[in-house]
């Protein structure tokens, strides 16, 4: 995004602010979808929800054809809100309550077993129709925080010790229709080779599952975890992607005999390069070891930094060159609240606007109200034009859901 609309649109809207170039998103979208014409198997793309939850991005989106992947009551909202169609929306956390199980079977999604347990509360709700998130222990050699399908990780049926295949034996006995089976490896994936074994152990899968209880899948859902350039890592792009699996999803269909769609849940790779965090420089501090830029946000706005140690890039908006060498760092009274280590931009001044890039996909929608501090606002630029999606919250928000009773 132009730095002069950037300029202005922090001007009109204030900062710390969230700028979306929904424009991004669309290709994004077409450029996944693009990726998979000539899939052995008919294709189905849920977007994973939870990397940004805006509705208006969701609304992009799901004109795009896509579902939707989702991970609590809250976000089955957000897509239906959104216009996702039930029938293609996912559910698949980890930890429901009988009532997130409720909400799921009465909105007619599809929901996915992650532990044997749920088996008895799906049932109980009414439901029938059920998926099973199994967990492939299979290493993504990625952020071991982002690292979803180790032996040791807590998501999904483990195929180990036959307790993914027992579960769903269990599922069948107590009436319940296995339609699909699912799996997330892990997330910011740059390497083909985890997905190809995934695959390959998923199509294994759904063989036994033929030969031994006669199942045939309505869909094999692969998860996401395509990861952008956030540095100078070598791009993995779409066509990666969707290559890693074509082999081993055709070779698969050919032993099973039949045709299950395969179900893709991409979040990072549509939102994350499309948003950008401005914020406003405090005041610059040297110290004897650095120079600080203190900024209008910490990791309350942005906190992959501090939680996974990311790189975003940095830049000052309208100055180009590099000439001093500082840290960006946030406002919370925290050490680990920097946003960018050791990064040469040029010389920053009080009132400069620095702007985080790549902080589309988990930037709001893991923002929080720490050292309370309202949320940021945020804005859509579509065909050059800014629309603000999200009011800033108000100091006052903060107070509203609270009680204080005089007599304490
Ligand atoms: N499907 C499931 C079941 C997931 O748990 C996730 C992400 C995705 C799909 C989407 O994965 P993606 O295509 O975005 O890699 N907050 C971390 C990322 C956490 C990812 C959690 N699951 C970060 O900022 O790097």
Redesign the pocket.
Known sequence: MDDSLLKSIAGKYGTPLYVYDGDLVLERCRQFKNAFKGFPVKVKFCY?V??NTSLAILKLIQNQGFGA?V?SAGELDAALNAGFKPSDIIY?SNSKSDEDIKAAVKAKINITIDNAAEIEAVEKAGGRKVAFRVNPDVDAKTHPK?S?ALSGSKFGLHFTNDIAFNAVKKAVQAGLQPVGIHC?IG??IKDATAFTEAAGKMMDFAVRLKKELDIKLDFIDF????GVQYKDEIAFTPEQFAGAYKSAVAEGVKKLGYAPEAWF?????IVAEAGIVLAKVNNVKETPAKKFVNVDCGFNVLV?PAM?D?YHKVGVVGKNGEQETYDIAGYLCESGDILAKDRALPKVVKGDLIKIQNAG??GFS?ASNYNSQPLPAEVLVKGGKAHLIRKRQTIKDLYERQLTHSDL
């Not at 998860?223 to 395509?226: A, I, K, R, W």
């Not at 849940?265 to 790779?269: A, T, V």
Request: net charge positive.
């Open positions: 994973a939870k990397a992947d991970v698949t982002v979803t997330h997330s910011n998860g996401g975890g395509l849940e991409p979040g990072r790779f992959r996974y990311a996909a988990y893991m």
